[in-house]
């Protein structure tokens, strides 16, 4: 028994009376539960687990041949259910992810809600979203975002089907009771298909703003940050580091943060979104940080390491880290791992701790 | 059955197959429970509710007769746990609030923890708050906080015993496992019983910092705002108001919000206090507002509407507000209020929302 | 002669006719003067001075004898014209300081400007300054702000003329061109003679904020800070002190910042303000900063030190400290001192750099 | 006579007696000189004018056959000296502005100064700017940063010259009294000649921070914006307007400002650096800002005007806009121009007014 539940203390008659004038008051005692709610470091009822891209693709595929996709279940999406989170479909406890599947021609209507959400492409191409009439190609490799209350949908425009995840942050805003959702068109309001975005025309440009744009920007107005820079981006730091200049994070490892250029920070206001490199061979340390993260390999294999799991990974393959349980990769090959957290809630809400270890910290 | 969930879709073998796959591959689909997740508009699971002082001081009362404070449940408080959150001691989804009892000439331990703790003084004194050493002397009206990871205990030197409210973000905190704890001395370190804190002597002058606490402060450094303070600032808006100049939140109502004077932001990261006066006969419009709050009245009597319940308040009551109940305030004698809520993580995390009947916004 | 200036090269013809053409196109080379516009460290045009009260009262009352004061020249104000800034009425390159007098029942015109203002009252009282239609009472100790562009005007309503400082951001605004001058009445607004004034009834309570000033504040909305608390603010750092707790900047001296409660800086983007007292017999060491101050004596005697200048002063006496040159205090009393100085620009454009005697920083 | 400095007042010998006074002790009447220091609106001593390239390629052409550079004179650097200041090297009271030139296979030493610096390149290629030991490729249309204390030297590694302009906060720093210097190595540190530099490879990626950079980077971290990605933003702008959506500053005139990714501000604390694109025959309303700036042609043709002059302007031709000074740009053919400015100190001292005809503001 918890050193911190344990009052020594009979159940008398009166005490089980006074806990019954609670239980009818709608109280409830501090000490027989602080151990409970008061730990003594984060111990998340979300547990570590791994999904592989292998199971999940088939299911997104027979749920293409079963269920159809328009308003009322708006999108065919099946998310991640931790299970320590008694079948709720969240893979932690402020993050949803999902694996979301668009057969030829489909088109999921738009809407719109609080709730912020990004895409993350693993393969495939062909579907266009379209974020308040911008339609946003979107290709292997490619980060989009759908920042909350903007009106949104898909459609896939070519003969295959496409899958990729969603990201949303809709356990947290189920939880503290903050959302708000509206219907939209029930097909997508522009369904031409331009190579790059309007907002990428106007935003994806390295250092320069708009003058047009100079207002307050809660959230990045980069709809897609494409494959291409990431991947060049990632490169140069392992480049930099072998020409014996610091880049990376340490050692064998690059890591870039996508982030919003009107200031610098998170995407958006709820989820941080980052994609690294392991060169082959590298290995982390263990880590342990504040808040929930999950990881989607990308590309290559090795083994992710979380509490006591050492599962090996390759493409498509996800994990979730729940907050500070002990995490480290390994790469068997050159790696490549696409990364998103709650970390800017952790952070505006000044809880942030973090160990690595072998560092001072 | 709501729109959202309707898929017009008859419960095939081949459906059912699929979703036992789900089951078995822990995922779920979106297109059954969307309208769960993504409401039209916040529906909180927490429900309006009232607590009367007058059964919540006897149950503090017995529990000062039957129950122990020390090491282990640490405190004698008694939790508000609102009837829609299961049985949880939980005020709302964010907020912990509760009745502490410390009877004559005890001692509640020291120990710290991660998550912001503030008190709120309805009525006596005589006890201190001991804040990292330092001795914070409490009293009807005062509200002192102990913002997170700050050793504190309490203690009571007086032949009478003490009530007060705790205000805490335990379930947010719970909820997105961000909470370390760590116990301290079995005693408190100072028993010394000072007028006011050091750290009042240090930072409670009106606009005036110290030269030698310029350094980051991410929380409030006034131990305690005291209650002749208070009184004085909504007693001086109402008489500005009466000489007709601007001052009040509208018509007979005053209020200040409680603020970090090295940054004017909210006392703690995640908590928001308030003190609101009404002219006798002030009736404030309906508001709605994303985020949950607690008010308890501090003096007078009069009326707070909760959605579609009318309750008649007096000194000590407390109500709570879940995010988007519309709620409005009735005073039938000059009404003092204490409120506090979940605003700054709202506001953090850009999710804020007000609605006030009548008003454009 | 500067080794930067030093090009070993001899004046020839073609070199003058170079020159000649420069001139003729209104062009400069750098190579001639790189050592005047680029020092190795701030080399300040302005001089370490010393304004003595005993000089600058008597020529404020011979002025109030001979020099009216009302639309036109605005004010009796006689500003400290830095030896080294070629007559200009000018402290510094960045500050503006000046004695003003205001005779018995004399009236100061409104008028409002680009330029931040504040007063700083060392003896006498019955003067108010009305801001915007708010009376503030000026007395002794009190520190009083006149933010850019708030109409602003003084009447005396006494049968005693009243004398007091001016600091103002002239200086910078008139280099940088950026100042707007506006007449206003007369006559000032509102002849009413209130002990504090609307502003200080609203914003001067400890850490409180009303709920009806939450939008963006620049400058500090406390229109005067009242000696009460500043003496109080002080005196308790050296009691804590005393009592063996971290509280003043160093062993014996006591020290606080005037801030905008709204966002913990600078009353004014400009200007920063602050109060000394040092303990008997206490000195300072020495220290160097980036950015110019003006030191006025509040009450005691002692010593300061510029460069190589030691100044005994007392009440009233007026010193500068222009950039980079090391100054120390010596209390031989205890020795209070009010201070103002263009620190807010410095940092706001990240030139800052401090350096003390005897510590790492 | 402006009626603010005119008291009506003849100058009586007791009058001239009491200046007299004031002189014997460094006092200055703000009466006889109000209307000099507080204008009605910013009056600068800077004026509007033109230096024209075809004047300023040969002047430095002809300095480099005449002057070496090296240590002292440290860089071959004509400034231009605005007529209203005094012959001071200054453009306007708070910019430098300077051609600089370097011979096939000079080398312009290392140093570094408080003071911020760029360069922009209207035409050639062939210099490496070496900042902090990371050599930055000089090219058409790049915009390359130095900011204070950091190391930098020039370095020609062809058999052609080239010229650039320089800009820099020299004339502020100088009268605030904020700069330090040091002298670097004699030779630059890296005689490679990379495409990019490092500081590019890790930083010049839209919306992509590396994770080793998450400290705080008062300046922007990217060395070199590249003439290729400036082009195409401002390129991009023009076709979403004619394509119909909201993207330029106003109809044909296409504007990007030079950003810090890592907070979304300006490049530099002092010093704001915009590319404008006019469509061919475009005319921008006439505006007026506080604070003051340099344009730079880039390409094309048209006209400059400022107050009351009408400048036909090509490649290279430099115009000072002093202070509020109204200004407007006239298209003959499509119209490049590079343009900088104080703008980050106006706004950083809540000093900035604008007024753009025929628009409320």
Chains 1, 2, 3, 4 share one sequence.
Do not use: C
């Amino acid at each position: 028994m918890d050193e911190r539940n344990d009052m020594d203390q009979p159940l008398t008659d009166e005490l089980r009376e006074l806990y019954r004038r609670f239980d009818e008051h709608a109280l409830s005692p501090l000490w027989t539960q602080l151990a409970d709610v008061m730990t003594d470091v984060p111990k998340s009822r979300a547990v570590p687990f791994l999904w592989r891209w292998a199971d999940l693709l088939p299911l997104a595929e027979r749920s293409g041949e079963l269920v159809p996709v328009g308003r009322g279940g708006e999108r065919r999406a099946i998310a991640l259910a931790n299970p320590g989170l008694d079948g709720r479909p969240f893979a932690t406890p402020t993050i949803w992810a999902a694996i979301q599947y668009l057969g030829p021609h489909e088109t999921a209507p738009e809407h719109r809600h609080s709730q912020n959400a990004f895409r993350f492409v693993v393969e495939g191409e062909g579907v266009w979203t379209v974020v308040n009439g911008d339609p946003v190609a979107m290709r292997r490799g490619d980060f989009l975002l759908t920042p909350g209350w903007n009106f949104h949908g898909h459609h896939n425009e070519t003969d295959q089907p496409m899958a990729w995840i969603d990201g949303l942050d809709v356990p947290l805003s189920d939880y503290i009771d903050v959302g708000f959702f509206e219907f939209g068109t029930e097909r997508v309001t522009d369904y031409s298909t331009p190579d790059i975005s309007r907002a990428e025309r106007l935003w994806a440009h390295p250092g320069l703003r708009p003058l047009s744009g100079l207002n307050r920007h809660v959230n990045s107005p980069i709809a897609a940050y494409r494959w291409e820079y990431t991947d060049r981006a990632v490169a140069a730091q392992l480049e930099l580091e072998a020409e014996g200049h610091p880049a990376t994070v340490e050692q064998g490892h690059a890591a870039i943060r996508y982030s919003n250029p009107t200031n610098g920070g998170d995407v958006m206001s709820t989820l941080r979104a980052e994609f690294h490199r392991l060169r082959e061979g590298t290995q982390t340390p263990s880590r342990r940080e504040v808040g929930s993260s999950v990881w989607q390999v990308f590309d290559g294999r090795g083994e992710i390491v979380v509490a006591d799991n050492v599962w090996k990974v390759e493409k498509g393959d996800l994990v979730v880290v729940p907050s500070w349980e002990p995490w480290e990769l390994r790469a068997e090959t050159q790696l490549d791992l696409f990364r998103f957290s709650d970390a800017p809630v952790i952070e505006r809400l000044n809880f942030e701790r973090t160990f690595v270890e072998g560092r001072e910290r």
